[in-house]
């Protein structure tokens, strides 16, 4: 249970705010490098971190991210044109490149330099992993770029897709790292989801009470959820948690690994960006289907749109049918749409100060303090943890290991994100 104070802490992201001040200093993910397929191209309306923003490539194929509003009369430029290396203003013409920096205000005479007065917030981007990036903080403490290993693999090795999650980020980004309810809302899934898992996994994940440890890693956390194994052995599904939303979900037999990330759009909902990536080879055809058509941990997306079509106006398209003739655990279709419907109900922000945590939410407990220390603690260190690219270079595993051996120590090997090896997984 937390106080009134502490989940506002963690909750509220917008500018100015502590939690706000400290996802600020991470490269963010913004959207996906596809939403700006071609230079002088529509621009996107982005908002993150309760901040207003649009998104637009240029004639020479750079990427900026400038408030959305025209410093001379407050217009939207999502209506811009896209033109010779700016974006322009339809109501009065006036221009901005990619650095914000106004470049031509057409009513005033070039000579007298009103236009090097005029500037827009903006913010660095990369393009990276299929991602376009952003940083939001002190120039002065920008990190290295981002090494997670689905970012550094080549495309053909990856699928990202994105949907809009209409809760807060940390009760998305709390159910990412809850490995107990697998067990339960999933459990129907797991004998005939081809990424989910097999019969062997489905085997041992039918332990619906896991034991859980929790140990804090350079980035963030490892959270081991042990099951009943074999005589000599316990099965161990260890989930990798980078700060500050980063969640690397344990494989299954041979399928790719998954992932997730949640990132504030305002303090009521966030963007849910889902990976799956195997470093070793290209996803074959038969991966790739299933995921384009939203299965897995993706989803299907009302056309056009980043929003899912089983969504809170249509409750989810439950089947209670399903749920009762124990063809689905929940009734919601979809491991995405069982998480998201379940994390949607706690409301936009959910009150957890009326909560009751038990021994499998330590893994949450943890992660709450952690993000809320590197909040306080930003002046002392201002590169947060899970910022630096050695922390992000990790897998999760899921393997057998004798009973009086460590998760920590016998998963060691497993866990590191060595270029060209295969992930470790049952």
């Not at 991470?26 to 621009?43: K, N």
């Not at 289907?289 to 398209?317: Q, W």
């Not at 893994?363 to 002046?379: D, F, P, S, W, Y």
Request: aromatic share 8%; glycine share 8%.
């Amino acid at each position: 249970m937390l106080t009134r104070e502490q989940n506002d802490l963690l909750t509220r992201t917008g500018p100015g705010t502590p939690m706000g001040n400290l996802l600020r200093r991470y490269w963010i993910p913004a959207l996906l490098a596809e939403e700006l397929p071609e230079r002088d191209g529509p621009p996107v309306r982005v908002k993150l971190l309760s901040e207003r923003l649009v998104a637009f490539r240029d004639s020479d194929g750079r990427i900026g991210l400038i408030d959305e509003f025209c410093a001379h009369r407050g217009v939207s430029l999502w209506f811009g044109r896209n033109e010779e290396c700016g974006l322009r203003c339809p109501y009065h013409g006036w221009k901005y490149d990619v650095n914000g920096q106004c470049v031509e205000v057409p009513s005033e005479p070039a000579e007298s330099g009103f236009c090097a007065k005029i500037k827009l917030t903006s913010y660095p981007c990369i393009e990276r992993g299929g991602i376009v990036w952003t940083y939001m903080g002190p120039p002065e403490t920008k990190p290295p770029l981002p090494e997670l290993e689905w970012a550094t693999l080549p495309e053909t090795h990856r699928f990202i897709s994105k949907r809009l999650q209409e809760c807060n980020w940390l009760q998305a980004m709390e159910g990412g790292i809850d490995s107990s309810h697998v067990s339960f809302l999933h459990q129907y899934d797991l004998h005939h989801d081809a990424w989910l898992g097999n019969e062997r996994s489905a085997r041992y994940l039918s332990d619906k009470s896991p034991k859980f440890e929790v140990v804090e890693s350079p980035g963030g956390l490892l959270i081991g959820a042990r099951r009943k194994g074999e005589s000599d052995s316990y099965y161990w599904r260890i989930t990798q948690w980078i700060m500050p939303w980063y969640t690397i979900i344990p494989p299954f037999g041979t399928a790719s690994l998954g992932g997730h990330a949640w990132v504030p759009i305002d303090d009521e909902t966030c963007w849910a960006f889902s990976m799956n990536w195997h470093p070793t080879r290209p996803l074959s055809d038969e991966e790739l289907g299933p995921m384009r058509e939203g299965k897995g941990i993706h989803c299907e997306l009302v056309p056009g749109t980043f929003r899912s079509l089983a969504n809170k106006d249509n409750d989810y398209l439950i089947d209670r049918g399903a749920q009762k003739e124990r063809r689905s655990f929940s009734g919601v279709k979809g491991i995405s749409m069982q998480d998201a419907s379940v994390q949607e109900s706690m409301g936009p922000i959910q009150d957890r100060t009326k909560e009751n945590l038990v021994s499998t939410d330590n893994g949450i407990i943890m992660a709450r303090h952690r993000l809320m220390k590197a909040a306080r603690n930003l002046e002392r260190q201002p590169v947060p943890p899970g910022a630096d690219p050695e922390a992000q270079r990790v897998r999760s595993a899921s393997l057998l290991l004798p009973h009086d051996v460590a998760f920590k120590e016998g998963a060691r090997e497993a866990l590191i994100a060595r270029p060209d090896t295969s992930p470790v997984s049952i």
